[in-house]
């Protein structure tokens, strides 16, 4: 592919949480204005399928208004991955009139105990406002889970809160120990076991969705999406913005394609063959994962 269909796009590093499961190490960096152009230039010349809006927080970002109604101009797809915390009612109905119609909002636990506990005091009655928010004003909501052993018993609850306040899309994530896990979050085989018996209860219904446990299924990391960091470097995916960059950065003068099709980094990377997430193998040094291997389903 010479031109990935989906980009996820790092605007800022800059977050107002600290996640016990986060591998982001980077806390400062943000574009800045010129290169937002440049990009959005890019994305446009190219006709990119998506570009979904992450960070750190994009939120914080001082340009962020600016970057949703430069890629609306350009007629491009947008999506916006978000904690929540700062969504207000100025801010979605600015995104309602920009016909931003899918936000994805972060949510870790059906109650403050397990939520709050991961990702901060008090934020987890601030999602579910914000999620309310956003309803109110029809824009669909993804709330994004990252399946870890305290709260993968609860699947069950997370599929009844989804029904309580209408959210329309519930998607789980594996807990990928990329960086040291301090706060005892990895699955266990019998977390595992507890997430392909909730796969079978609810394969029915397509606006649940889980992950890929199979070796059949590629994640399309680096070969039809990719993350863009706040350096102009790309990774294959947001997990591995620490660990994998293109040697080349995205200019005036080194197009998005040029990087994507020639650096050394992403070509080899392309090259690699790993079993089960590529993010946890590399992490390991090893092309086939002891961890990431209980995931897999043949």
């Not at 592919?1 to 499961?21: A, F, G, V």
């Not at 491009?76 to 995104?95: F, Q, R």
């Not at 069950?156 to 960086?179: A, T």
């Not at 394609?257 to 050394?264: A, G, P, S």
Request: proline share 2%; net charge neutral; hydrophobic share 40%.
């Amino acid at each position: 592919m010479k031109y990935p269909l989906i980009l996820k796009w790092s605007i800022t590093d800059e977050c107002n949480l600290r996640c016990k499961h986060c591998f982001r190490s980077e806390r400062s960096k943000t574009i800045e204005r010129t290169e937002i152009d440049l990009l959005i230039d890019d994305f446009a010349k190219n006709k990119v399928a998506c570009v979904a809006l992450t960070g750190g927080e994009p939120l914080l970002h001082k340009d962020f208004l600016y970057i949703i109604n430069t890629l609306h101009k350009h007629k491009i797809y947008t999506e916006v991955a978000t904690n929540g915390i700062l969504l207000d009612k100025e801010i979605v109905k600015y995104l309602c009139n920009k016909n931003i119609s899918r936000i994805q909002v972060s949510v870790d636990g059906t109650n403050d105990e397990t939520n709050d506990f991961i990702r901060g005091k008090g934020t987890y009655t601030k999602i579910i406002e914000a999620i309310k928010l956003l309803k109110y004003y029809n824009i669909e909501v993804t709330a994004a889970v990252t399946l870890n052993h305290l709260n993968v018993g609860f699947i069950d609850e997370f599929v009844l809160l989804k029904k309580l306040i209408n959210i329309d899309y519930l998607r789980f994530e594996l807990y990928v120990p990329v960086n040291d896990d301090l706060y005892n979050l990895r699955l266990l085989s019998e977390d595992i076991n507890n997430i392909g018996h909730s796969i079978s209860k609810y394969r029915m219904d397509s606006s649940i969705v889980f992950p890929g446990l199979s070796k059949g299924i590629s994640c399309g990391a680096g070969t039809s999406m990719c993350m863009i960091n706040t350096d102009l470097t790309i990774s294959p995916c947001d997990l591995l913005c620490d660990e994998i960059r293109s040697s080349q950065k995205i200019s005036k003068f080194n197009s998005m394609k040029k990087v994507w099709n020639n650096d050394e980094v992403i070509v080899k990377w392309r090259k690699n063959v790993f079993v089960g997430c590529k993010a946890a193998a590399l992490k390991n040094n090893d092309k086939t994962d002891p961890y990431m291997e209980v995931y897999l389903i043949e």
